[in-house]
């Protein structure tokens, strides 16, 4: 049997199913979460499996990010991923996504590392470096580390490899106390199911998001070329 895709909706128009007699029973609704049945998959093991890791990782678990749009105007007005988002979109948004602490100095992303999550920042500041291996003749050097850049309040990090499962590009750090929002791949798969506006419109604009680096890194590679 094929396995599916949680990015994928449901096939619409699909050949239909035999279904028992009986009708599914309702689970118990999870915290911020949507009421599932039987006959729907179990997405509850996925999001155990992620707030530990998250746990794993030293960062403290708040819960979930209900609410959201009550963290005020600036996280619309400063986040290119959210800027068409209404209010009520974003605490649907919210609902589906945890809500982390690092302290300063905490790795909330590690270079080389696999992950089908990525960050929200909603307050603090985050260091992105990348390691830099010693050459042939330096095979005795330590390893050194560039910096990329600093993300603050609506900057999103680690959605890549959210998308392909590939390792992660850099590492992000702490620079002092950084909440950020969690989202999952399996997360934006149920939001499509559930909320298919909202699914849909996160899902366009982290695409344009990284098409636009994908074109900022090909114009600074264009310059580095001119300048041989």
Not at 78 to 96: K, N, R, V
Not at 178 to 199: D, F, N, W
Not at 205 to 217: D, G, P, S, Y
């Amino acid at each position: 049997m094929a396995a599916t895709d949680p990015l994928k909706p449901d096939a619409a128009g699909g050949a239909p199913q035999e279904r028992s007699a009986e009708p599914a029973q309702a689970s118990p609704a999870p915290p911020g979460g949507v009421r599932q049945t039987e006959s729907e998959p179990n997405t509850d093991v996925g999001a155990i499996s992620l707030e530990q890791k998250l746990q794993d990782a030293g960062l403290e678990l708040l819960g979930n990010c209900q609410k959201m749009s009550g963290r005020g105007p600036g996280l619309l007005e400063h986040s290119a991923i959210l800027e068409d988002f209404t209010p009520q979109e974003l605490d649907t948004l919210g609902e589906s996504m945890l809500l982390v602490r690092a302290q300063p100095g905490q790795v909330l992303l590690s270079e080389g590392d696999q992950g089908d999550w990525m960050l929200l920042l909603l307050s603090g500041t985050v260091d992105v470096t990348k390691s830099t291996p010693p050459t042939d003749d330096e095979a005795q050097s330590n390893e050194s580390f560039s910096r990329l850049g600093v993300a603050t309040e609506g900057a999103t990090l680690g959605e890549m490899s959210m998308f392909d499962r590939d390792v992660r590009y850099a590492t992000c750090t702490a620079i002092d106390v950084v909440e950020a929002a969690v989202l999952s791949r399996a997360a934006i798969g149920q939001l499509i199911r559930q909320h298919p506006g909202v699914g849909a419109k996160l899902v366009v604009k982290i695409t344009q998001l990284l098409a636009q680096r994908l074109r900022n890194t090909s114009n600074r590679m264009v310059k580095m070329l001119q300048k041989e």
